[in-house]
């Protein structure tokens, strides 16, 4: 069982360029998430996913899009990347009213 | 105020004492609260759920939950070197019909042997 895997773990981006950032369950979750978080700051809430086809904004989306087409994946779009996307994401999922798993994370670098 | 509040640390405790750890939340109706472990470097690991108020155990971790004064505490006793880490507490909001937690910033542990 791989629980929620994130590829890739580390990128460097120049300013300006894109990636998508993936995230992958197998546990059948409906409820998936992209957190970020930046030193002494805790976790930052940037997208989440009730289900398949379903998506919404949290804290901090400026800058960041998604999609989930399905139930497995959940993959975070950075476009035109800013110095103040430098961070490490965490992706993690959930059923109901049970505490997250997460992801081992992506550290992110824009220069 | 912030919805989620914890003393950033470092808490510095002897090996074999009890470390206790707190947490503040504002919103009076939040029904769920969690710790997570995180050690440098890596992912958030839940160690303890509680959802009730009281005391809720599991090895050597116990989980204290008081709603009327809206405090959420972990206390480990025996620690060890192992258990330095950060260790986040986080809240489901009452006003959501679903599963979002708001997260602390965290408190460093240090467990010195």
């Known amino acids: 069982n791989a629980g929620v895997t994130q590829t890739p773990k580390f990128r460097i981006l120049k300013i300006g360029q894109s990636m998508t950032l993936q995230c992958t369950q197998d546990?059948?979750?409906?409820?998936m998430y992209w957190y970020r978080q930046d030193p002494g700051m805790g976790l930052k809430l940037i997208y989440y996913?009730?289900?398949?086809?379903?998506?919404d904004k949290g804290e901090v989306p400026n800058g960041y899009n998604v999609s989930r087409s399905t139930t497995e994946d959940f993959p975070l779009r950075l476009e035109l990347a800013a110095p103040s996307q430098t961070s490490v994401y965490f992706c993690?999922?959930?059923?109901?009213?049970?505490?997250?798993?997460f992801g081992s994370g992506t550290r992110l670098t824009v220069v | 105020q912030k919805e989620v509040e914890q003393n950033s640390g470092p808490l510095s405790v002897p090996e074999g004492a009890i470390a206790s750890l707190n947490c503040t939340y504002s919103?009076?109706?939040?029904?769920?609260f969690f710790w997570y472990r995180q050690y440098s470097g890596k992912s958030p690991e839940l160690i303890m759920s509680?959802?009730?108020?009281g005391d809720k155990e599991d090895g050597r971790f116990t989980a204290q939950l008081n709603k009327a004064s809206q405090y959420v505490s972990l206390l480990i006793r025996d620690s060890q070197p192992s258990d330095s880490a950060t260790y986040l507490c986080?809240?489901?909001?009452?006003?959501?019909?679903?599963?979002?937690?708001?997260f602390g910033t965290g408190t460093r542990l240090l467990v010195s042997p």
């Open positions: 996913s009730v289900g398949a086809g379903i998506t």
């Open positions: 509680i959802y009730s108020n």
């Open positions: 993690a999922s959930t059923r109901e009213d049970y505490g997250y798993t």
């Open positions: 919103d009076r109706v939040s029904q769920s």
């Open positions: 546990m059948n979750h409906n409820y």
């Open positions: 986080a809240v489901r909001r009452g006003d959501t019909g679903f599963q979002k937690l708001v």
